[in-house]
């Protein structure tokens, strides 16, 4: 009987327990976190600076407090974080690494942006090495008290003399599939490795792209993720390493940049130039190989509707309608009629001029430069067909009174001369 009130009293407290702990896990909660360095490489006195960026958030209202630990190695570095914005997100403590902040005013934020930065110095004196710098036990709290943790992220610096060895040289060139664009479509940049000369291989590769943001969006991508990796892309700075940094001296397209023109881009030349460009040696020697860059051009130029026609739409050319003898009307493409002798309707596609076949008489008839051409088919062969009265007009009446005069002075001369005879 104690056995059994003993279980039933286990099982009330772990109830208990599961009612008065608070639950981090959300279902369907997530974000996504990214490190971005400004570099891969410094000389002890120099810094390097990681963007500390949230992104995705799905998480009801949104998020209001971060949790992380920055671990490195105190005897290489000095390490110090500040907010990236202080209007929206608000250092709360630095200690041991671990590093607290939270939305300024505790206002849940959906939004991609850059929350803090960090900033490492190497000391002067280090060796040349490479070093890690891990960002840990990431979490997010959210405004309904929920917790978000984001797996670890791992970076690498590499701390040396980054003078150029001048027996080091390798070849950089861009190649790009077209120049001139419309505005939502790409353009592919190639970026090339060739002709390395630097002890065991090239293991990293930094440069900068210069272009108008306002006019395209901008992607750089591995060109084979089996050989390259993207390491950082920030404000146009992209840093790439061999797979494994496994030094290669293989030539080798190693990366692929694509320029998107925007839909609103306007008409065009626009520069888009590979800047900065370096490449460093495996951490053996770590040395730094300065390229020259490259400059390249794209045309933005949007489809323009072409009108092959010899006459504008909007123009209204005048019409001209010449009528010949033989009543004939001819229409032509160049707006000029002509009639010709048979009293038939000729289209005639060639750009002719007027000619008047009369065979003796020529009229010529203006009309309105508005006039439809089946009205003035119409019109004409209308007017053509018409025949014209032996007299019109007033000397047509003239010429009937004089004859009827005539035919009268006739008929009395002869009924005079019949009178005459009949008395004699």
Not at 151 to 158: C, D, F, S
Not at 283 to 301: F, L, R, W
Not at 379 to 384: G, L, R, V
């Amino acid at each position: 009987m104690k056995s059994k009130v003993l279980k039933v009293f286990i099982i009330m407290v772990i109830i208990a327990l599961a009612f008065g702990i608070k639950s981090y896990a959300a279902d369907g909660y997530s974000c996504k976190v990214s490190l971005l360095p400004d570099k891969t490489s410094i000389k002890p006195g120099e810094a390097i600076t990681y963007d500390l960026k949230v992104s995705d958030i799905n998480a009801g209202e949104g998020v209001v407090i971060s949790d992380f630990y920055v671990s490195y190695n105190t005897e290489i570095f000095d390490c110090k974080v500040k907010s990236a914005d202080e209007d929206k997100w608000v250092m709360n403590g630095f200690l041991d690494g671990k590093v607290t902040m939270s939305t300024y005013g505790v206002q849940p934020t959906k939004e991609d942006q850059t929350i803090a930065k960090i900033i490492l110095t190497a000391k002067t004196g280090v060796s040349n090495n490479s070093y890690q710098v891990d960002l840990t036990e990431i979490s997010f709290i959210t405004s309904d008290d929920q917790k978000i943790e984001i797996p670890n992220i791992q970076t690498n610096v590499k701390v040396g003399e980054s003078s150029n060895n001048n027996n080091y040289t390798c070849d950089f060139s861009v190649s790009q599939n077209k120049s001139t664009v419309k505005p939502g479509e790409s353009v592919e940049y190639d970026l090339k490795l060739s002709n390395i000369n630097a002890g065991n291989g090239i293991v990293l590769s930094d440069f900068f792209i210069e272009y108008d943001s306002n006019n395209f969006d901008c992607k750089v991508i591995s060109y084979d993720e089996t050989k390259w990796t993207i390491n950082a892309a920030l404000n146009g700075k992209y840093t790439l390493s061999t797979y494994g940094l496994q030094p290669t001296k293989e030539s080798q397209v190693f990366a692929k940049a694509i320029l998107t023109a925007k839909t609103n881009a306007s008409n065009n030349t626009y520069q888009v130039n590979f800047k900065n460009v370096s490449f460093t040696t495996d951490e053996n020697d770590n040395k730094n190989i300065p390229v020259a860059g490259k400059n390249t051009t794209i045309i933005v130029q949007q489809s323009q509707s072409n009108n092959n026609s010899n006459t504008p739409n909007n123009i209204v050319q005048p019409t001209e309608t010449n009528n010949n003898s033989n009543g004939q009307t001819n229409n032509q493409t160049t707006n000029q009629l002509n009639n010709n002798s048979n009293g038939q309707t000729i289209n005639n596609d060639s750009n002719s001029q007027n000619n008047n076949n009369t065979s003796g008489k020529e009229q010529s008839v203006k009309t309105n430069t508005n006039t439809e051409k089946n009205n003035t088919k119409k019109k004409s062969t209308k007017n053509n067909n018409k025949k014209s009265l032996p007299y019109s007009g007033t000397a047509g009446t003239v010429g009937i009174v004089l004859g009827f005069i005539t035919l009268s002075a006739s008929a009395i001369g002869l009924y005079l001369r019949y009178r005459y005879l009949n008395i004699l």
